[in-house]
């Protein structure tokens, strides 16, 4: 088990350096020279070099990359270029909103998928079944932000229930926060529970078939603890994996909803950095993302071990 | 013929194909069943509710909203069908390349792994921000995030096909590595690939449509899915059709590419049947 736990850790390493490295291709990808677009246009031929000079542009390309690595470990992701500020500083004041957000929908991923993939792997082939699968099949098929704005029309335009937009920081109130949060977190949620429904449903419908399920029910178990004590513990290792993708999912999904909903979270952070050209922002917060979905998917890999007794002897 | 009657027996995937086609054929036959230029300006009837002269209403400044939906269809035709080619040749060059020749394995399959690293949609943006907006950079960056998805299914079946008894053969007769490639593993790793390919379709039509929305993908001027929605979120209030003509096209497509990926599925790989949702990785 211990060796497990190791050999996945090792593996999350090179991982890491591909994406460090990808992000630092990601700026030297654009057009013109960094030192020029950080310089901005009213800079002189001069001024260019010396900014060169300063961020080490002038040295080779490899020992630029050993550099950027260097500086990572150590936690520096540099400055942006129109806030004039460290991009961990302007990160972490956007955190805020999309953690919520992102963990109120995956709440609401998990509430709504998981009791729908069983209900429907229980009802299999019945009118339930399959209007569940409908429903999931709407929900694969409509992109976040659309069901965003299809809500923000009903709810806030015609009922006037919610917030149409906006977004009230957690110190503002917790039932006022979590007002402005309703409909992003269900926009976002709703459509990823699509996804954990049709999983939780075809792996249950295979553990069903299982032998054990027979001798369980033939030994006079109700159907009840057939269902949720054999099954679903046996069924719910697919989904968990689901759940890792699914944070990735969310997290970019997250960047899309922020714009339909006004949220100023990290998706607002970058795309007004993409549009101001502002690429160590762009390059911190891709970079952080990626890391901590890494880092999840690994919790998710060592939460195998706690549930599934069959990889400890591996 | 008996795969098609397999085919034909879903009704779900038959409704799939149905609706893929009318997309193609709706994405081909743009310019005649649009009737106005979607470009054409006409600030007198700007925000114009849906009437026999604009059947889905005018958008801000006065274009025709059915004209711009129609031609939105083709851009996401030619989008989806760009990024599955894209991702097909990169995916499949790094899977053969991997999965054959044990040397690049570890070293593409880590590239690809990091690649994979990034959710979709954050990698695509972030490309974005360095390519600058164009149909042809949307196009790019949507099949760098598809290619490792792709590169990862290949390796997987070269790694089974590579130990089989006829692959073996070839090497003991003193065949090429370039033909055993092309001739006897490539043709049976082609499959999943394809079933693949329906759903990196339908991912590829919602990147697309998604950076638009956010203002990262297709030139505002271009007629697309993403930005008609873009622009009708500001006037969702007194003009709801921008979002309601634009919102049902994109599900109707996706909805078709994803059940007619499904029917496919069931038709050429059985074993994966029932495991669906390769689509909304974004």
């Not at chain 1, 993939?117 to 976040?144: C, E, K, W």
């Not at chain 1, 998917?297 to 071990?305: F, I, R």
């Not at chain 2, 590169?151 to 008894?165: D, H, N």
């Not at chain 2, 070839?170 to 999943?192: F, Q």
Request: proline share 5%; aromatic share 8%; with cysteine.
């Amino acid at each position: 088990m211990i060796v497990y736990v190791v050999r996945r850790l090792l593996a999350v390493i090179p991982v890491m350096l591909v994406v460090a490295t990808v992000s630092f291709i990601l700026i030297r990808l654009a057009p013109g020279d960094p030192a020029s677009v950080i310089a901005g246009p009213y800079a002189t031929a001069d001024d260019i070099a010396r900014l060169q000079r300063s961020l080490g542009l002038d040295q080779p390309l490899p020992v630029q990359l050993v550099k950027w690595w260097g500086r990572l470990a150590r936690g520096d992701l540099g400055d942006s270029i129109f806030l004039r500020r460290p991009v961990l500083e302007a990160v972490f004041e956007r955190l805020e909103p999309t953690l919520l957000l992102t963990a109120w929908s995956m709440l609401v991923a998990v509430a709504v998928g998981l009791p729908a993939g069983v209900v429907s792997a229980r009802y299999h082939n019945t009118t339930v079944d399959q209007s569940l699968m409908a429903f999931a099949l709407v929900g694969l098929s409509i992109p976040n932000f659309l069901l965003g704005l299809l809500m923000i029309l009903c709810f806030g335009v015609w009922l006037g229930w919610l917030p149409v937009a906006g977004y009230v920081p957690l110190e503002g109130g917790l039932w006022l926060n979590l007002r402005s949060l309703i409909m992003p977190s269900l926009a976002l949620g709703l459509v990823q529970s699509a996804l954990i429904a049709r999983i939780t449903r075809s792996s249950m419908l295979d553990v069903l078939r299982e032998q054990y399920i027979l001798a369980g029910r033939s030994k006079g178990l109700s159907e009840r603890v057939v269902i949720y004590k054999h099954a679903l513990k046996n069924a719910i290792i697919p989904t968990l994996t689901v759940i890792g993708i699914t944070f990735a999912l969310l997290v970019g999904g997250a960047v899309v909803i922020e714009t339909v909903f006004n949220i100023p979270g990290l998706g607002r952070l970058i795309i007004s950095a993409v549009l101001r050209r502002d690429y160590p922002v762009v390059q911190g917060v891709v970079l952080l993302i990626a890391l901590t979905y890494t880092a999840i998917n690994l919790l998710v890999d060592l939460a195998y071990l706690a549930i599934d007794p069959r990889i400890r002897f591996r | 013929m008996r795969e098609l009657r397999v085919f034909l027996r879903r009704r779900s995937a038959v409704i799939g194909a149905v609706l893929v086609a009318l997309n193609v054929l709706v994405a081909l036959g743009a310019p005649l069943i649009a009737r106005v230029d979607p470009q054409v300006l006409d600030v007198k009837s700007r925000l114009a509710r849906p009437t026999g002269a604009h059947w889905f209403g005018t958008d801000h400044v006065g274009r025709d909203a059915w004209s711009r939906v129609i031609y939105g269809a083709r851009l996401s035709m030619v989008v989806g069908g760009s990024v599955m080619v894209l991702s097909f040749l990169g995916g499949l060059t790094v899977g053969l390349l991997g999965g054959y020749y044990r040397a690049m394995d570890n070293v593409l399959m880590r590239f690809m792994d990091g690649l994979m690293a990034f959710p979709g949609i954050i990698l695509a943006i972030a490309l974005m921000a360095s390519l600058g907006p164009s149909v042809v950079n949307v196009i790019v960056a949507l099949g760098v995030v598809y290619v490792p998805r792709v590169a990862r299914i290949v390796r997987g079946s070269v790694l089974v096909i590579r130990e089989t008894s006829y692959v073996e053969a070839a090497r003991a007769l003193g065949i090429g590595d370039l033909r055993i490639v092309a001739l006897h593993i490539l043709p049976n790793c082609v499959s999943p690939v394809i079933v693949q390919g329906t759903f990196i379709f339908a991912a590829a039509v919602l990147g697309e449509a998604a950076l638009s929305f956010l203002g990262v993908g297709v030139p505002p001027q271009i007629p697309s899915w993403g930005n008609v929605l873009s622009e009708g979120r500001s006037y969702l209030q007194q003009a709801p059709w921008l979002t309601l003509f634009p919102g049902a096209a994109i599900m109707a497509s996706i909805l078709g590419l994803n059940l007619f990926g499904d029917g496919l599925r069931d038709l050429l790989d059985p074993r994966l049947r029932g495991v669906q949702g390769a689509s909304r990785e974004t």
